[in-house]
């Protein structure tokens, strides 16, 4: 309930569209951000830089008070972007992002939705219209699935005696490809729930679970061929807004407070970044 309100709240704040009106395969890029400064200037400048195909760009802010929110808020003056602020947002993880992408699904207005992590930049010109290819006549959905658990998790459960649990297997919403359509027609959310079996859905998890049950097909994308088109590096929102997320471990901080400082430095970034547009 608290994220559809936020969703229908936030919509009414939405600027200006840009205009991939009349374009049949028109996407809606949308980025949730707290607080990730340069990694969200990145992102949208790699979005202006590589992005032919016909987009909007919509980027649903909560309530940052970092070097985002001048991002933001200049990138929308611009025409850069569209911006839906989510003013007294709840900092809380999966829920906060979950009716982020609820709101953008509320405000879009082009037959397909992309969602992307504000950690994320693309790489190349014709990524998008390779998202949209991966979909094809059938899928209701594409992306990769959530990465699997690899042998150190399973070394470490072996070593607590942990019962070995099942990897949720599900296009991960960091950067995957919706038919908005499908999501509208079975009132479906972004949001984290409790399923019937007692066990939490994460963000993004319940949709392509429903889709699926309904009798929708998913096009995997393989991690290899998504690299190639999206770099990641995966929850630097924790990691630099590490007092809010206290369970955080200080090794996952370190490791990744080195990984956004390799990124901003590397030849990569720095080329996307030295001619953008974006403040």
Do not use: M
């Not at 990694?39 to 802010?61: E, G, M, N």
């Not at 993880?93 to 982020?100: D, L, N, T, V």
């Not at 998790?153 to 990897?167: A, D, N, S, Y």
């Not at 206290?246 to 400082?261: D, V, Y």
């Amino acid at each position: 309930a608290r994220a559809a309100a936020g969703a229908a709240g936030a919509a009414e704040r939405v600027g200006a569209l840009s205009d991939p009106a009349g374009c049949a395969d028109s996407v809606t890029i949308a980025i949730p951000n707290w607080n990730t400064g340069s990694l969200l200037r990145l992102c949208l400048a790699s979005l202006v830089r590589f992005t032919k195909h016909p987009h909007r760009i919509l980027v649903v802010d909560n309530d940052s008070d970092d070097a985002s929110r001048v991002t933001v808020d200049g990138a929308a003056e611009r025409g850069l972007i569209d911006l839906i602020q989510r003013e007294g947002a709840v900092h809380d993880g999966a829920p906060e992002h979950g009716a982020s992408l609820d709101a953008a699904l509320a405000a879009c207005e082009t037959p397909y939705l992309l969602t992307l992590d504000s950690d994320a930049w693309v790489r190349r010109e014709g990524w998008l219209a390779d998202f949209v290819a991966a979909l094809g006549d059938e899928a209701s959905h594409a992306g990769a699935l959530k990465f699997p658990g690899g042998r150190a998790k399973r070394f470490v459960q072996w070593v607590r005696r942990e019962p070995p649990r099942p990897e949720a297997s599900y296009v991960r919403p960091c950067h995957a490809i919706y038919r908005v359509e499908l999501l509208r027609r079975y009132g479906l959310s972004f949001a984290p729930r409790l399923g019937s079996d007692e066990q939490w859905r994460t963000t993004g998890q319940t949709i392509h679970e429903e889709l699926v049950a309904k009798g929708h097909q998913a096009a995997l994308i393989p991690h290899a061929e998504i690299e190639r088109l999206v770099g990641h590096l995966r929850h630097a929102t924790f990691v630099i807004n590490f007092d809010a997320f206290p369970t955080l471990k200080a090794r996952a901080r370190r490791k990744g407070e080195r990984q956004i400082k390799d990124l901003l430095e590397s030849r990569e970034a720095r080329g996307i970044l030295a001619e953008t547009p974006v403040p």
